[in-house]
């Protein structure tokens, strides 16, 4: 292997670490959002709004480091993408809009509260049942033709890509369910343990369709998992996902509070790891590799040796940040 | 004007872009304001810096939401509607970008947490520490933003192979000609729109009668600044102007309304381009005045617009006319920062009615200078989409319908509306409400002082609407 495919690899990592960051951090305060209307009081969704406020626009940030990094490293994959998924990403682009004026808004107003209320909610819904079908698009792949997307405006809606998209509003509902075990106490938390059970089931119910489905539906990705050794090396991803599903109901069924919220963080890096697995190593399903599609080594030479000192220092950002707002959040809290 | 997906795209893009402008323009000036009065606070204790800052936070909070919203837009767009541009042009604008979010995008959504939340959370110099990142972080944006705008005028440092743009230098990237012109400009611009609007709004407080111990302070800092910027903005916009001459020169041609170009043109001060016809109508002008600003000599040769082949020309009437518009608010700005300097010598800057009038009229002055600017150098750009090199017209997604692109359009026009009056109003009833004096002492030193560990810091839930 030449050099630059080894920085190829590398791309392929801090891409894919931003885009699993991204689904991680923005994830649970998607999640809340979809929770919000069905928490029982007003005061309980000032709370639930507080435990983020703080922090959702950093979270949102690593969107912009995913798209930003496709561009640099993979241009071509950016180039034929996101024309490819122009109606769904406008719609969470817009979604994304609503949502995020909400947390200014919601607490500047009083007669028209419950508009802000709403457009946090649909706008969290709408931006996740999104972000599900582009996934499920993007594993059933694209048609490229001439370095450019040569399919219609609708490839991207199919019964495949509807159940990963309500795969993921479980996903996120599950992670902010958690988090909010974890940030907050009394009736709120009460409510969230409750919750925690079945969105758990679902999200397993979820997994397991989509995983069953995929190499179903796909020759390749079947042959990649289930052929010899294959199944032996990648056994763990399945094996360690139900072991983490065991600890999950152990733990709350022991009502631990951290390790719920972090037991769902992984399941969510098992199912992203499944996924590359299936994948692996086209950019654009089904057949243009990382490497054809990758930037030209001085291009990613270039970007490599800022990164290599400022993803670490983002890190440290975000575990600073994290800490400063650390602690349950009460009906208290709040700058507005 | 045809419908087409081209013609819409580019509606989309200008439409947003220009949304979005408005934002970074009025926060890159207002996190510094915001960063010099918790300086101030943090030095001198006085309690109207801390008020004053928290008041201008409440604005700079949601200017800055809507400004992280629609900026999201814009850097999916590139894909979404200019896939070809992004793919032919990848190489060199994509790191660019990247090095946007990580340096500065990350900075700023980290620390404008703590500096909205964590007054009681950290300590006074970590929360002035705050405040700063986040001011630098809009600074370090501007950079990166302007550099890979700067590019596209004037591409340096790189080569094309197979169709597409390879990079030979990133000194010479980043560091285009254009580029050190543009951001001066761009900054200065910026820090002129928020101080106009600090200006503006303390002359109506001034005149309204209220809050005068916070309007000394702001009347004469964002003056002060304004005496300072003005005319430097003009002296900025004239080296500008020249580097644009040497660079693109059609864009010039079209910003003066030259047609021959030519030695000794003169200054054209009002006319009706018409392109159809390649000349002027009602023209009004200086003679000689042009070739002066522009060579500095009486009998100096300008560019005009028959010198390109008429498919290679901007759309004059628009860019003629932004132009003035620009140049016009220039020289009120100036008028507003003299006005200033001899007020301040007669010592009558507070008991001046006329002069708080001006500067109320001026309050959005700053915006509409920089939307104005911001079209002539993108439309005098045209039909170039990397200048000389790429067409507009062949840098959009190949398989984007009319039908797609009209759905994003509507959509982003309705949701555009809807948010920006929410937000306006929001803004202005905060400004209604003007600065409040806090209810209680609570920083994070007050409380470990008084040893209680757990305290609301501000009232919750403060609504800015009337109770109904």
Redesign the interface.
């Known amino acids: 292997m030449e050099w630059w495919q080894d920085l190829t690899l590398i791309w392929t990592g801090i891409v894919a670490f931003a885009i699993i960051m991204y689904v991680l951090m923005d994830g649970f305060d998607l999640g809340l959002g979809i929770l919000f209307p069905f928490a029982g009081r007003d005061v309980d969704r000032?709370v639930m709004m507080n435990t983020v406020?703080?922090?959702w626009?950093?979270n949102?940030?690593w969107?912009?480091?995913g798209?930003?990094?496709l561009?640099?490293?993979f241009?071509?994959a950016?180039?034929?993408?996101?024309?490819?998924?122009?109606?769904p990403?406008?719609?969470m682009?817009?979604a994304?809009?609503?949502r995020?004026?909400a947390?200014?808004?919601r607490?500047?107003?009083?007669?028209?509260r419950y508009v802000w209320d709403r457009s946090f909610h649909l706008g969290s819904l709408v931006a996740t049942v999104v972000q599900g079908m582009a996934l499920g698009a993007f594993i059933q792949g694209f048609t490229v033709e001439n370095?450019?997307?040569?399919?219609?405006?609708f490839d991207w809606f199919s019964v495949f890509s509807l159940l990963t998209g309500a795969a993921l509003v479980a996903g996120y509902a599950l992670l902010g369910c958690t988090w909010l075990i974890w940030r907050t106490e009394g009736s709120l938390q009460e409510w969230a343990y409750k919750l925690s059970k079945p969105l758990f089931l679902a999200v397993i119910g979820f997994i397991a369709l989509v995983s069953i489905w995929t190499p179903l539906a796909n020759q390749t990705i079947a042959d990649r998992w289930f052929s010899w050794p294959n199944i032996l090396y990648l056994s763990p991803v399945p094996i360690l996902t139900a072991a983490l599903a065991l600890l999950y109901w152990r733990a709350i069924n022991k009502r631990y509070e951290v390790q719920p919220f972090a037991l769902s963080m992984g399941l969510f890096i098992l199912s992203f790891a499944g996924l590359a697995v299936s994948l692996w190593p086209n950019v654009i399903p089904p057949n243009i590799s990382i490497w054809d599609a990758a930037?030209?080594p001085?291009?990613q030479e270039?970007?490599l040796v800022?990164?290599a000192f400022?993803?670490p220092?983002?890190v440290v950002?975000?575990i600073?940040?994290y800490y400063?707002?650390r602690g349950k959040i009460g009906?208290?809290?709040?700058?507005? | 004007m045809d419908i087409d997906p081209l013609m819409l795209s580019r509606i989309q893009f200008a439409f947003t872009i220009s949304f979005h402008i408005l934002f970074p323009a009025f926060t890159i000036g207002l996190a510094n304001w915001i960063m010099v009065l918790e300086g101030l606070w943090l030095k001198t204790g006085r309690d109207v810096y801390r008020q004053l800052s928290e008041f201008w936070t409440?604005i700079f909070?949601?200017s800055f939401?809507?400004g992280?919203?629609?900026?999201?837009?814009m850097?999916?767009q590139?894909?979404?509607n200019w896939?070809?541009w992004?793919?032919i042009t990848?190489?060199?604008?994509?790191?660019l970008?990247?090095?946007?979010?990580?340096?500065a995008?990350?900075?700023e959504?980290?620390?404008?947490?703590?500096l909205?939340?964590?007054?009681s959370?950290?300590p006074r110099g970590m929360h002035f520490f705050a405040a700063c990142m986040v001011a630098i972080g809009t600074i370090i944006s501007s950079f990166w933003i302007l550099s890979s705008n700067s590019w596209l005028h004037t591409p340096a440092g790189f080569e094309i192979r197979d169709g597409r743009f390879?990079?030979?230098s990133?000194w010479e990237v980043v560091f285009n000609p254009s580029f050190p012109y543009r951001l001066a400009h761009m900054v200065t611009a910026a820090f002129l729109t928020t101080s106009f609007v600090i200006a503006g709004i303390s002359a109506w407080y001034i005149l309204k009668g209220r809050f005068a111990e916070y309007t000394r302070i702001s009347f004469g800092m964002s003056l002060g600044l304004i005496a300072i910027l003005a005319p430097l903005q003009i002296l900025l916009g004239d080296l500008h102007g020249l580097k644009t001459m040497e660079v693109q020169p059609a864009k010039i041609a079209a910003m003066e309304g030259h047609w021959e170009g030519g030695a000794g043109a003169p200054l054209i001060l009002f006319a009706w381009p018409d392109m159809e016809a390649e000349k002027n109508h009602y023209e009004i002008g200086i003679p000689f005045l042009s070739s002066l600003i522009l060579t500095h000599e009486l009998e100096g040769e300008v560019p005009g617009l028959k010198q390109f082949a008429p498919e290679d020309r901007p759309y004059v009437p628009i860019v003629f006319w932004t132009f003035r518009i620009m140049v016009g608010i220039g020289f009120l700005m100036l008028f507003v920062a003299v006005g200033f300097v001899f007020l301040s010598w007669r010592r009558r800057l507070y008991d001046s009615p006329w002069f708080h009038w001006i500067c109320v009229a001026m309050t959005p002055a700053g915006f509409v200078a920089i939307l104005a600017g911001w079209f002539t150098t993108e439309i005098g750009r045209q039909p170039w989409m990397v200048q000389g090199l790429l067409r507009t017209a062949d840098g959009v997604?190949?398989?984007?319908?009319a039908?797609?692109a009209l759905?994003?359009l509507g959509?982003?026009l309705v949701?555009y509306a809807l948010?920006f009056t929410?937000?306006t109003y929001?803004i202005l009833?905060?400004l209604q409400l003007g600065p409040q004096p806090h209810h209680s002492e609570t920083t994070h030193q007050a409380r470990q002082e008084a040893g209680r560990p757990k305290r609301?810091?501000?009232v919750?839930?403060?609504?800015?609407?009337p109770?109904?």
Do not use: C
């Open positions: 000032d406020a703080p922090v626009d950093f949102e940030t969107l912009i480091l798209g930003a990094g561009f640099a490293a241009p071509l950016y180039a034929v993408i996101l024309p490819a998924l122009y109606l990403l406008t719609l682009l817009i994304l809009i609503f995020g004026v947390f200014e808004f607490f500047k107003a009083k007669s028209s370095r450019a997307y040569a399919g219609g405006n930037s030209p001085e291009t270039f970007l800022g990164m400022l993803i220092t983002i950002y975000t600073y940040s400063v707002f009906e208290d809290v709040g700058y507005h | 409440k909070a949601i939401g809507m992280v919203v629609s900026g999201i837009v850097s999916y590139f894909g979404t896939s070809r992004s793919d990848g190489n060199v604008m994509g790191p970008i990247q090095y946007e979010v990580v340096t995008f990350f900075l959504a980290a620390f404008l947490g703590i909205l939340f964590g007054r959370k950290v390879f990079v030979t990133w997604t190949p398989s984007l319908t039908g797609a759905t994003s959509l982003f949701t948010i929410a937000g929001y009833r905060l609301p810091m501000s919750p839930d403060e609504r800015i609407e109770a109904e």
